[in-house]
């Protein structure tokens, strides 16, 4: 299974950036899928998912309200659209399939990782 991210950028405060996620390798409307973030020196952290239907997604508190996940199983890819973004924002973007519940946030990533994504927000 390879995954690949893309749409990362420099915006300012306030901005907002739409990020993909293809994946290849693997029946893609048949599993769940999900956003985390790695900023410099800090731990990967769960962001977003959605199940195989694009009907259940679950966010961290930190992103609530402001970022959407979303899903095509038509087209094999994910997006998440980041509203407002703000610099604690910062951070490479990671995509992956993912195993456990997403609905309350049990979620845990499955299988290699892309390349990620860097998302840079000055103030």
């Known amino acids: 299974v390879t995954v690949a991210e893309s749409g990362g950028g420099l915006v300012q405060a306030g901005e907002s950036l739409r990020l993909s996620c293809t994946a290849s390798g693997v029946d893609f409307k048949e599993v769940g899928m999900g956003w985390f973030r790695q900023a410099l020196g800090k731990e990967r952290e769960k962001v977003s998912c959605?199940?195989?239907?694009?009907?259940?997604?679950h966010y961290s508190d930190s992103v609530k309200g402001r970022f959407t996940i979303s899903r095509d199983n038509g087209k094999n890819i994910m997006y998440l659209q980041m509203n407002n973004l703000q610099p604690d924002d910062t951070a490479v973007y990671y995509c992956a399939i993912t195993r456990g519940w997403c609905y309350n946030g049990g979620y845990s990533p499955s299988g290699s990782w892309g390349q990620g994504t860097q998302v840079t927000v000055f103030s």
């Open positions: 959605i199940n195989w239907s694009g009907g259940t997604t």
